[in-house]
């Protein structure tokens, strides 16, 4: 095989990984759906946070800038997928204000302003004060804190699985979804030479793995299926 063939091959199963990273992530935007559809029919968000949404959107946000041509080039995956995901967890946060109390409302919106500055604000530092390498560097590592901080809730769900020793609120499908998701990325980040998307997402393989590990011996244990998720554990 001639180098440009070769080249060629590398591409495209760069590309492929990357796609695959996008469909399976987006199960895991849509896998509230049926939590908000409750939300709405009782124009009420009862007990559920939604600051997981809040937290969710920055970290999508981050990771959209970091995707972005202008910061790094050839990664227009990462772009695609975090800006379908900033657009569902907007919309999760929209309908929870527009059904929440007022004191929840208030909060909830302030979180919302809260979070569209600190993104701003990361947005002209990494432009007006840093040079191409050293921006991509910049919003790298934050994509990363970032990325890591969403791990809390992986972490949650495996920390009650083993103290209740029960899978009822971890659903085998979306640790399925995050581990596949984790380890399409983490191929399309070791096609690209990317450690800023290898090394979360090899984290986030790993949990995976461990869900999956945790689900299949406590539902054997148990003869139990899982629940709905609970909201507080969205990642």
């Not at 800038?65 to 657009?87: E, F, R």
């Not at 972490?155 to 209740?164: D, G, H, Q, R, Y």
């Not at 640790?175 to 096609?191: I, Q």
Request: aromatic fraction near 14%; hydrophobic fraction near 50%.
């Amino acid at each position: 095989m001639d180098s440009n063939g070769l080249f060629s091959t590398y591409s495209l199963c760069s590309d492929a990984a990357g796609v695959a990273g996008n469909i399976f992530a987006i199960v895991l935007f849509v896998s509230p759906i049926p939590t908000f559809r409750r939300i709405i029919k009782n124009r009420s968000t009862e007990q559920f946070s939604g600051l997981p949404y809040v937290y969710s959107l920055l970290n999508c946000l981050i990771c959209l800038w970091y995707g972005l041509p202008y910061v790094t080039p050839g990664i227009i995956l990462v772009a695609t997928v975090n800006s379908i995901g900033a657009v569902f967890q907007l919309v999760y946060i929209v309908i929870f204000i527009a059904c929440a109390e007022k004191t929840r409302k208030l909060k909830m919106l302030g979180l919302l302003l809260g979070v569209f500055a600190l993104f701003i604000g990361i947005v002209l530092v990494s432009v007006k004060l840093f040079d191409p390498p050293s921006r991509q560097l910049f919003v790298g590592y934050l994509s990363v804190a970032s990325l890591i901080s969403m791990f809390a809730s992986p972490l949650f769900i495996i920390n009650l699985v083993i103290k209740t020793k029960s899978v009822e609120y971890m659903p085998f499908y979306l640790s399925l979804s995050t581990f596949l998701m984790s380890l399409s990325f983490f191929a399309y980040g070791m096609f690209k030479h990317d450690p800023f998307i290898t090394v979360p997402n090899g984290v986030g393989g790993l949990l995976g793995i461990i869900q999956l590990a945790l689900y299949t011996y406590y539902s054997r244990i148990s003869g139990e299926e899982s629940r709905e998720p609970l909201l507080v554990s969205y990642a």
